[in-house]
């Protein structure tokens, strides 16, 4: 689902409550993050916007850059 969350424009904000109730899965080929930096919604949705990301970096499995910076970033997430 949150591969899908940045496709669904209008229900944004409900997509992402859903994905926050979800595990992550392995992010290692998507390029969601990218997708929604480069999208209006984070200007249109910045609380979701941000809490997606947050969700995204503190449970996914392994992300496209993994190759041991992934624990360096969620240790920074771990700090709020």
């Not at 949150?2 to 209008?10: N, Y």
Request: charged share 20%; hydrophobic share 45%; glycine share 4%.
């Amino acid at each position: 689902m949150v591969e899908w969350s940045i496709h669904l424009g209008s229900v944004f904000s409900e997509v992402v409550a859903n994905v926050l109730l979800t595990s992550i899965p392995d992010m290692q080929g998507s390029f969601i993050l990218t997708e929604l930096s480069e999208s209006d919604l984070r200007k249109q949705y910045p609380k979701e916007s941000s809490a997606l990301v947050l969700h995204v970096l503190r449970n996914a499995r392994a992300m496209p850059w993994d190759s041991g910076e992934t624990q360096f970033v969620h240790g920074i997430c771990a700090l709020d």
